[in-house]
């Protein structure tokens, strides 16, 4: 799930954990969790604050770029799966709750969590009646089937996941848009109006996991389906419902959806009146903004800028209206093995790294701790790796990055193109400084930037313009789709996730022994048997050079004294946008 920025100290996983646990401690609050009470500095992290049933106002929210998009089965960002929710319901979803729960699955449309059955290899759900699109007509099980259905087409569908594609029975299948009979698709099957079936080819314990993390059982009536224009305007399930349609790279604004019954769905609240959503705006001044009151979310969740972090830290008042969360992202540099097929090549851009540099370029102490594995230390069961020397003040090796350069063939050095988020100052500053040590051993980078609602589909996540731009390196952060070793390291490692567009596997790395555990783990039902297996896949990902790890992040995020029940989400690393009030 792509995601945000961060700050921590060096922080063993322990700590962690058991912060993490802390916010499930307190006072019982707002939505059955805890509530953190009066504004005071990280009190989001641990509970619900300025907790309030207070219904009107408009909720303004704010973004430096924009979406990757607003249909439901084609967003990736967790912001977008996060701000989804307002005016869509899935099968399942995350808990609406503060603390470890927020990680949990909870039912959405459906009546309760799916049921295997057939060695897991079949998962069937009952939906809830009376449920009704914003047009008032009913949500039925067939809507879901279709909107599985069209995530199949990755020419239309570009962005979103790709786990149903590669998980269900339906090999050969193309997606609506080239087939309409969808009595074809057999991946999906649904008996009644109320009962939605999923095949899979393999056994696979963690379905429910799967399908409450992303939009792509949000459903679509086969006759309001418009394609890629379906993103401008999706059929509202939620509270809300676009006015009008979304403009990209502008924005748009939602309003109540007069057919959502709050008896229906205890994960959202319908409290203002009106949310607007602004796409472009300098993230300087989105900043200042913030710190004013005009806005009161950043919709991308990826904390302040330097400027303004500086100024909140400095300033006590300010200071308490803003949290310190650990955000599950991990902000880290995919090495493509396609465009350095060298795996001795890859390990000199490791060692040559400047990563000092590159933690301070998140905020150093406050932008996260230095990162060793691939997966962050809130992954059950992660254990941390010592392949390659960390440490803060660790300038790079420039000895050993020579002496992987000689042994690859290319003892002075070799050039290739580093490209990142041009609106995310964060990714800019880690690209400079990845740039600048590197060059010390004679690898020179070519630095591009390109737009975050378009990088991660077309550029950094399309392997045919990583290949035509000979791309080598990408900023990117990501976090766990859901929480274990497979919704975290699958997309990134396994040959199966590579796709053509929304790729999220931009190492490109397709080794069969990583390849043969992936195919081996989800037929395992012990979760600390898999835990092993993951852990293997994240250390031979590291021994392979497809990724420089960087930073596990740690968000500061500030919210506005007119911003009501706010608390951190860990299930999206960052606040819960479906329950937010203003005041």
């Known amino acids: 799930m792509r995601k945000t ?95 470890t729960e927020g990680a949990e699955p909870s039912p959405d449309l459906a009546e309760a969590p799916g049921v295997p059955s057939d060695d897991s290899k079949t998962w069937t759900y009952k939906l809830r009646k009376g449920i009704k699109y ?26 979103g996941p790709g786990y149903f594609k590669s998980l269900l029975a339906a090999d050969g299948y193309q997606g609506p848009y080239k087939d309409t009979n969808l009595d074809n698709f057999k991946g999906v099957e649904t008996p009644d109006d109320y009962t939605v079936v999923f095949k899979l080819k393999d056994s696979f314990s963690e379905w429910n996991e799967l399908v409450s993390f992303s939009g792509q059982t949000a459903p679509v009536p086969q006759a309001k389906d418009t394609g890629e224009q379906y993103a401008l305007h999706p059929l509202s399930s939620g509270p809300y419902m676009w006015e009008g349609n979304y403009k990209p790279k502008q924005g748009g604004a939602l309003v109540r959806n007069p057919n959502w019954d709050q008896a229906t769905d205890s994960n959202r609240k319908q409290l203002p009146d009106r949310i ?19 806005v009161q979310v950043e919709l991308a969740g990826s904390g302040l800028q330097e400027a303004a972090r500086q100024r909140v830290l400095a300033d006590p008042a300010l200071k308490a209206n803003a949290d310190n969360p650990y955000a599950g992202f991990h902000w880290l540099i995919p090495i493509n093995m396609k465009n350095i097929p060298n795996v001795e090549c890859r390990k000199a851009i490791i060692y040559a790294a400047d990563r000092d540099a590159m933690w301070r370029a998140y905020g150093g102490d406050v932008g996260g701790e230095m990162a060793t594995s691939i997966m962050p230390p809130i992954i059950p069961g992660r254990e941390a790796s010592n392949i390659y020397p960390i440490g803060q003040g660790y300038k790079g090796d420039e000895a050993k990055a020579k002496d992987a350069l000689a042994k690859c063939g290319q003892p002075n050095g070799f050039e290739t193109t580093m490209i990142y988020r041009s609106n995310r100052p964060k990714e800019k500053a880690t690209a400079e400084a990845v740039e600048q040590s590197l060059a010390k051993v004679g690898i020179k980078l070519t630095l591009k930037g390109y737009p975050a609602g378009s990088y991660t589909t077309d550029q950094l996540g399309s392997p045919s313009f990583v290949a035509n731009e000979k791309v080598g390196l990408g900023t990117y952060g990501w976090a766990a789709d859901w929480q274990s070793g497979y919704g975290y390291d699958q997309a990134l490692t396994d040959g199966k996730a590579i796709l053509p567009s929304g790729n999220s596997n931009a190492a490109e790395l397709d080794d069969p022994q990583i390849n043969q555990w992936w195919n081996e783990v989800v037929k395992i039902d012990n979760a600390a048997e898999r835990e092993k297996i993951y852990n293997q896949i994240d250390r031979r990902a590291l021994e392979l050079g497809a990724y420089l790890p960087n930073v596990y992040a740690k968000s500061l995020l500030y919210r506005p004294t007119n911003l009501t029940n706010v608390y951190f989400h860990v299930g999206f690393g960052m606040y819960d946008y479906a329950n937010l009030g203003v005041s």
Do not use: H, W
């Open 276 to 294: 607007e959503v602004a796409a472009g705006v300098n993230a300087e001044e989105l900043d200042n903004q913030l710190l004013s009151g005009d």
């Open 5 to 99: 920025n961060t700050r921590i100290a060096a922080v063993s996983g322990a700590v962690v954990l058991s912060l993490v646990l802390g916010a499930c401690g307190g006072d019982s609050g707002g939505n059955g969790g805890t509530t953190g009470g009066a504004a005071a500095f990280d009190a989001g992290s641990k509970g619900i604050v300025n907790a309030s049933d207070k219904k009107g106002g408009v909720l303004k929210f704010a973004v430096s770029d924009d979406f990757d998009s607003t249909d439901p089965g084609n967003t990736y960002y967790a912001f977008g799966n996060n701000f989804i929710r307002l005016y869509t319901r899935t099968l399942m979803t995350y808990t609406s709750k503060p603390g």
């Open 134 to 159: 914003e047009d008032g007509t009913e949500v039925k099980a067939r809507d879901i089937k279709y909107a599985v259905a069209r995530t199949f087409d990755r020419g239309v569908l570009r962005s």
